[in-house]
């Protein structure tokens, strides 16, 4: 909380800086007009489709409602036309944003002191923010070039069994992951299907980005390939449609034994802590993603191609004007370097001095552009000469001139 306070603190101090820093959609893409169609659209599917009478569809939008959701039909179906994966509505909880997921997720799996969250490292501050909450142990897996390697996961896992541990879970975002933008290769996603399987590990896989890749249909997600049971798939609307709404969603299939013997899925597990936490997800929320999900023939990656398309060329706008600006011999003489992840909101520049926040107070005062230290993101103190730079939230115009501004802090502080 600290060291994003303190980023915050710089944005608003320094209002006319280009910032590299959000990692939010583009407000460009949203069209405010859209959401009373989408509320209308619901409106017709209770009505027309499901045969609810006017007193009905009254409850259904004003009232608490489902603790699970309402619209975990919907979200089944969308899920199975664009990522293959073929989910039983019964076992989606539909959550206040994925960060409830999380929350609700952990606080069900994690039970006993011994029990160990493993996370990538650099990782996503949500989960190990919330398993601080929590008072759940992580463990960090150091990332490779290409993310995460089973073969270094096996090992901490070894490490921590040793030690009179339980690793319980692993949390991993295979595409595109916020914050180093780096995507799992298909062979390794079956290498952790497998190492799972092996260890007695669940996965808790999020794929807030996988829609926005160059290749156009990306690769499987984890749960899509999963038949063991082995993945709990978190989701959100919140880059596929809009964050204001706050909508996400768990897929917990797997069954579990309560103390009398009887058997259950994990999803009404997670449905009691939810009940305690915010006992529902808005139901005007849940109305106007629907109405999206009807809209567009419960088809968000084709709905999506105009977002992909957008961020695709923020992406390449931004590669190409940090090899203009800073030639290859230079840099790698200088010992700069960056990453050309093939999708999503993120990449990594790494730097021979540090990326602390000393050089973004200087960077967003004399040059005029903001960044973010990847150090917030190392939970075991790494990443000290590194920075994300977000594009997803500027115009092509603004990643141009934030990439001049950026090479000008650089040629001072490293050329």
């Keep these: 909380m600290e060291v994003m306070n303190f980023l915050n603190e710089v944005t608003s101090r320094h209002p006319d800086a280009i910032s590299f820093g959000p990692g939010r959609p583009y407000e460009g893409l949203f069209e405010v007009e859209r959401i009373g169609l989408y509320l209308d659209a619901y409106k017709r599917h209770l009505t027309e489709d499901l045969g609810r009478t006017p007193d009905e569809v009254r409850t259904m939008l004003f009232q608490y409602g489902r603790t699970n959701g309402q619209i975990h039909d919907l979200v089944a179906r969308t899920l199975r036309n664009d990522e293959g994966i073929d989910a039983d509505p019964a076992s989606l909880v539909v959550t206040v944003g994925c960060q409830e997921g999380m929350f609700i997720t952990l606080r069900a799996l994690f039970a006993e002191p011994s029990d160990v969250l493993l996370v990538s490292s650099p990782c996503y501050v949500g989960i190990t923010g919330a398993a601080r909450l929590l008072d759940i142990e992580t463990a960090h897996v150091p990332e490779g070039e290409n993310g995460l390697d089973p073969d270094v996961l096996r090992r901490t896992v070894d490490e921590l069994r040793a030690a009179g541990k339980r690793p319980r879970a692993l949390y991993v975002v295979p595409d595109f992951s916020n914050p180093t933008g780096t995507c799992l290769p298909l062979d390794t ?14 996965l808790l896989e999020d794929n807030p980005y996988g829609f926005f890749t160059r290749a156009g249909t990306g690769l499987p997600t984890l749960k899509a390939l999963d038949n063991r049971q082995r993945v709990i798939y978190l989701g959100s609307f919140a880059k596929t449609c809009f964050p204001g709404a706050r909508v996400g969603y768990v897929v917990a299939d797997q069954q579990v034994q309560a103390p009398d013997g009887s058997r259950t899925l994990l999803a009404d597990e997670l449905s ?26 419960f088809r ?41 992840p093939e999708g999503g909101f993120f990449l990594t520049l790494t730097l021979p001095v540090p990326a ?18 990847m ?17 997803s939230y500027l115009t092509p115009d603004q990643v141009i001139e934030g990439a001049r501004r950026l090479a000008g802090l650089l040629e001072r502080s490293c050329l």
């Design 189 to 202: 996603r079956h290498r952790l299907l497998g190492l799972a399987e092996e260890e007695d590990l669940l």
């Design 272 to 297: 009691k802590i939810k009940g305690m936490v915010t006992v529902n997800t808005p139901a005007l929320s849940q109305a106007v993603i629907a109405g999206m999900l009807l809209t567009h023939d």
């Design 300 to 340: 968000l990656r084709e709905a999506n191609k105009p977002a992909a398309d957008f961020y695709q060329g923020n992406l390449s706008v931004l590669l190409d004007s940090l090899e203009r600006l800073l030639p290859r011999k230079r840099r790698e003489a200088a010992g700069i370097h960056w990453n050309s």
């Design 356 to 373: 602390d926040n000393a050089l973004l107070e200087e960077s967003a005062r004399d040059h005029g552009v903001i960044w973010t230290p």
């Design 375 to 391: 150090s917030y993101f190392h939970p075991d103190g790494g990443g000290t000469h590194q920075m994300r730079l977000s594009l």
